[in-house]
């Protein structure tokens, strides 16, 4: 009999080839004594699904399910959800990599914080350090939504399976299913345990989707917001302000890429488009929020109307190389 519960570790792979070693190796070593890590490949079309076949053939623990045909993360990570047999899950994107002691420092946290869900740090954020901290469904939203201490994703969390079940990852979401998902389950718990180390290692690329212009799949992102502002006004009355923020500060940086990055045609569709949206969203309050006063004036200008908007940006253009040349 086990002295501790399994935890599932669902791993989505699709063209990882150059990262899943390192990220598959961070879980092998993890000190926590009893994991099982689901491998989904998404039909990769390069060597990450054969990797996986590898490290299914040397190591029991480790457990691989092909997809006949490519289908995106969050039908990879449902397949995952189903096929885990632990009584905890967490997620893990087969680009990143953790530290050893991820998995045991999550559950001593759940544990030590009789919470439903735990969470872990990432670099560069986090409150004071010390010990477990333990927060409200409505404190952890407004953390959320503020990412003052922890970001929206599913990675680098600690849930218990049953509740992942009921409320799995929308396809139809693509660029934001993590916010939406994360979003819901925080509607289903009572404490939050969150432990400020980073032990988990997120690796940016460039060709990443987050990391391209202005697209309808990126604007999907805006539509999921504005499920999240209206359900925050019955559900999480205290981050309502906050995910209103949130759909300020989206709009006026898609707008701002839409600008440097979209033809003439269809520039202007967008920027009406994001400024209908940020007028649907502003509010006194949530602009309190903003973090900064380029964002701030960003988002007062798009609720202006485009042009004012388009005299900001290039305004914003012309001294953005002037305060260049004079750092160097």
């Known amino acids: ?112 914080g009789c919470a439903d869900i735990s969470i872990c740090g990432n670099r560069g954020q986090g409150l004071k350090a010390g010990g477990t901290q333990v927060l409200s469904p409505a404190g952890a939203a407004c953390c959320m939504a503020q990412r003052s201490c922890f970001l929206w994703t599913a990675w680098g969390k600690l849930f218990p399976t049953e509740l992942v079940r009921r409320v799995p990852f929308d396809r139809q979401a693509h660029c934001c299913e993590d916010l939406l998902f994360f979003y819901q389950v925080l509607k289903g718990v009572r404490r939050v345990a969150y432990v400020p180390d980073p032990l988990y290692h997120y690796v940016y690329r460039e060709g990443s989707l987050i990391n391209h212009g202005v697209t309808e799949k990126r604007c999907a992102v805006l539509s999921v917001l504005d499920q999240i502002c209206g359900d925050a006004a019955a559900n999480f009355v205290e981050a309502e ?6 759909a300020l500060d989206t709009a006026a940086r898609l707008a701002m890429q839409a600008l440097e990055g979209s033809t003439e045609g269809r520039r202007e569709g967008y920027l009406k488009r994001f400024r209908d949206y940020t007028r649907r969203h502003f ?17 007062r200008a798009l609720y202006a109307g485009v042009p004012a908007f388009r005299v900001l940006a290039g305004a914003y253009r012309l001294v953005k190389p002037f305060k260049k040349n004079r750092m160097e």
């Open 283 to 299: 509010s006194k309050g949530a602009l309190a929020l903003c973090p900064d006063k380029k964002s701030a004036l960003a988002q």
């Open 1 to 112: 009999m086990r002295e501790k519960p399994l935890i599932s570790v669902v791993v989505p792979v699709y063209k990882v080839e150059g990262y899943i070693e390192r990220c598959l190796g961070s879980l092998a070593a993890q000190t926590y004594p009893y994991i099982e890590v689901l491998m989904v490949d998404d039909c990769s079309p390069d060597s990450s699904g054969k990797i996986c076949d590898s490290w299914a053939a040397r190591d029991k623990r480790f457990l691989v399910f092909h997809l006949l045909e490519n289908q995106g993360l969050s039908v990879a990570r449902n397949e995952g959800v189903v096929r885990a047999t632990g009584e905890y899950i967490a997620f893990v994107d087969s680009d990143d990599y953790v530290e050893p002691d991820l998995l045991e420092c999550l559950y001593d946290a759940l544990k030590e």
């Open 241 to 246: 302000a906050c995910f209103q923020q949130v």
